[in-house]
């Protein structure tokens, strides 16, 4: 299973802090959430994907394997001041 | 790093306090910009909002309550941060983001990267928030809000103060030429479960 912690607008949106999720890519993963959320690919491509704090644009973007253990974070940033 | 000046863009919830914390930190000269009033809606979290101020520039106000403490030069643009008046920042060494749209975010991140300004970050949606120190070249804000929609915030006073007392901290940081703990660095508090995190970025 891998534990996904969301953060910022995905938490507001999606109400979750921490869910975990059986994936073996994070492109799987993506599609699992938008299914369990009842939403869309526009609502999550907003969202920036982190597996173990490494952002997945330094690793396979979308096609970055996922392992039992694996944390990733779903982060947006605020725009509220 | 020697910080003399630093211009706040945004005079709202963040600039609000940003601009209390500055003047106390001892910044020499403040130049605040914002073309807004103060309105109702700014009352749940904005620290110049009052009934007092209803209508008021906010640019105006925060510039008459530091010229209260006497200690900061303070010069007022009463405007919003354009392409008319983006040559300010040749006056200043450093700036603070607080505005309160994407858009207007990218903007700033734009000018700062033609005049070779750092600006420090900071943003906010409900319990949660971020701030980072972007450098020229670094273009973060691109990366996270390149594919952002904007939507409504909600917004409170706990969370705006929290973060932008993260984007002075981070400030100091430069003054103190410690810019290795900060680089690239994005700072998270999510204040519904307690946690600060530190991502790479």
């Known amino acids: 299973m891998v534990t996904v912690r969301l953060f910022g607008a995905a938490r507001v949106n999606f109400k979750d802090r921490e869910v975990k999720i059986e994936a073996s890519t994070v492109k799987e993963l993506v599609d699992k959430l938008i299914a369990k959320y009842n939403s869309n690919m526009k609502s999550w491509r907003q969202f920036m994907y982190y597996v173990n704090d490494v952002s997945i644009e330094d690793l396979k973007l979308y096609k970055t394997p996922l392992k039992d253990g694996d944390v990733v974070m779903v982060v947006s940033l605020g725009t509220g001041g | ?201």
């Open chain 2, 1 to 201: 790093m020697k910080i003399n000046s630093v211009m706040v863009i945004g005079c709202g919830g963040l600039g609000g306090f940003v601009i209390e914390e500055l003047a106390r930190l001892g910044i020499k000269h403040l130049v605040l910009v914002d073309g807004d009033d103060f309105a109702k809606s700014n009352m749940n979290r904005q620290l110049e909002s009052g009934l007092d101020t209803l209508g008021e520039k906010k640019a105006i106000v925060y510039k008459h309550r530091l010229e209260r403490k006497g200690e900061t030069k303070v010069t007022a643009v009463p405007e919003f941060f354009s392409e008319q008046n983006a040559s300010l920042l040749d006056s200043v060494d450093v700036v603070m983001d607080c505005v309160d749209t994407a858009k207007a975010r990218l903007f700033i991140e734009k000018k700062c990267e033609e005049h070779g300004k750092i600006f420090v970050h900071g943003g906010l949606e409900g319990s949660f928030g971020q701030a980072c120190v972007c450098f020229p070249g670094d273009k973060t804000l691109s990366k996270f809000y390149a594919n952002y929609t904007e939507q409504p915030h909600t917004t409170n006073a706990f969370t705006v103060a929290t973060v932008a007392s993260l984007q002075v901290a981070l400030l100091s940081k430069l003054i103190l030429d410690e810019t290795e703990e900060i680089k690239n660095k994005l700072v998270m508090v999510d204040l519904d479960s307690f946690t600060i995190d530190v991502i790479k970025v």
